[in-house]
């Protein structure tokens, strides 16, 4: 297992459907703390929580959390990243796993293992991870995110339509199909710290436009992404008042068991 990478954690105050969500309470604790505590049980060497905001900072310090403030006017986590492996000075070819703050629920197994498929996959610039779909609604469901690989798991498509499409299946129903394997891309990226720093000057593509998905400009570039399979899933991460009591009830029997 490689044990020579860093998590960082974006955290904005400013989130559109939940203001103020790093700092939320969840069992007692701030939702970004629960976050930063499953990144500490990945085995990463460093784990860094990346805000432009005071309020946040202070409590990340206050948790014992090594803490980097960063500039206000970056449009995604991914750029936050950049300019926290600037800041820090990181090696060309160090991994940086982008863990999300709303995601309290991650298994530090899979924390760990985007960072490890990154370090063996010489070729690629960014590696990611999917899990099988076995369930047609969430197949044909544009929320749920699906990913084509070659033979030697590098992505050669993401799309939120039900890829590869299956001629003969599809056309006759919405279910899955008995020929081909379809795969939800889970989003937690490793990428590698120089690379970083070409990705925040790119500017969108037309097909990360179009499917609203930002690793299609990876692909438009000509890099290589390569994508790990595993049959471990988590819940999804908090966005509405409705995901803090889903949540908060998860993390509390989780408590209960251990």
């Known amino acids: 297992m490689n044990q020579d990478f860093v998590v960082v954690i974006p955290a904005r105050f400013a989130a559109t459907r939940l203001p103020g969500k790093p700092l939320r309470m969840l069992a007692g604790k701030p939702l970004i703390q629960h976050v930063w505590e499953r990144a500490c049980e990945s085995g990463a060497s460093e784990v860094v929580v990346a805000t432009d905001d005071q ?7 206050g948790f014992g959390a090594d803490v980097c403030r960063t500039a206000s006017s970056h449009p995604s986590g991914t750029d936050r990243l950049a300019e926290v492996a600037q800041v820090r ?72 339509a039900p890829i590869p499409w299956d001629r003969e299946t599809f056309s006759l129903a919405k279910a899955l199909s008995q020929t081909v ?18 990705y925040r000057n790119w500017p969108a593509c037309d097909l990360e436009r179009s499917e609203a998905l930002e690793q299609l400009r990876v692909l438009w570039q000509g890099y290589r992404i390569h994508v790990g399979v595993t049959q471990e899933r988590f819940a999804a991460g908090v966005d509405t008042e409705a995901d803090l009591a889903r949540v908060e009830n998860a993390l509390l029997s989780r408590n209960k068991k251990s």
Do not use: M, W
Request: net charge negative; proline share 5%.
């Open 55 to 61: 309020r946040i900072f202070d409590a990340a310090r």
């Open 89 to 160: 000075n990181f090696d060309a070819q160090r991994i940086l796993v982008n863990l999300q703050g709303d995601e309290p629920l991650v298994p530090p197994s899979l924390i760990a293992q985007v960072a490890d498929d990154l370090a063996a996959a010489q070729e690629a610039a960014v590696a990611t991870l999917c899990t099988p779909i076995h369930d047609a609604a969430e197949l044909f469901d544009p929320h749920a995110v699906k990913v084509v690989r070659d033979q030697r798991g590098y992505a050669l498509y993401f799309s939120r």
């Open 181 to 198: 394997t379809h795969y939800r891309h889970i989003g937690l990226y490793a990428y590698r710290a120089g690379f970083l720093q070409e």
